[in-house]
């Protein structure tokens, strides 16, 4: 079937249950040295597991892992040059406003500055490069938390 009658066909059925959530990310890298390391420096996950040189999974409160990061195809690769198709943001949903703010900073305390803000009327959200300046990797870390700043008020500065 082509991708837009199948599409079409996904439209027509029924959807997901509404508390299905996204629960893992797992991200290729060139090198695991420098990716771990900033996501248990900056966001503060922690290192769950380690697989030797090729693989690192990192989480928050326990879990066996939120994150997987993994050199089995990308060992040495270049970033995707921009307006490549592929990851735009992981979401990391803090559960208050306040540890939203804690979350904001810890980049700012690593010399990572925001790339934006939004507030479309569900969530307040702020934009963090995801370790741009080691490696130009072009995605970002959405850090956000479930509800807005004043309900029924959508703004966005990016």
Partial sequence: ????????KRQESE???????IGQAHLKVADLERSPGF??????????????????FLSAGGCHHHIGRNTW?????????RGATGLYHVAIVHPTRGELAD???????????????????????LYVPA????NKNPHQWMLAHPEPAAKG???EKR
């Fill in 1 to 8: 079937m082509p991708p837009d009658n199948l599409a079409m």
């Fill in 15 to 21: 959807p997901v249950h509404p508390e299905v959530r």
């Fill in 39 to 56: 996501h248990r420096d900056v966001p503060g996950f922690e290192v769950t597991q380690r697989l030797g040189q090729p693989a690192a």
């Fill in 73 to 81: 195809e990308s060992r040495g690769g270049s970033p995707p040059h």
């Fill in 103 to 125: 979350a904001v900073r810890r980049p700012a305390k690593a010399g990572v500055s925001l790339e934006g803000a939004s507030d479309p009327g569900v969530s307040e959200a």
């Fill in 131 to 134: 370790y741009k300046s080691a």
């Fill in 153 to 155: 008020k959508a703004s």
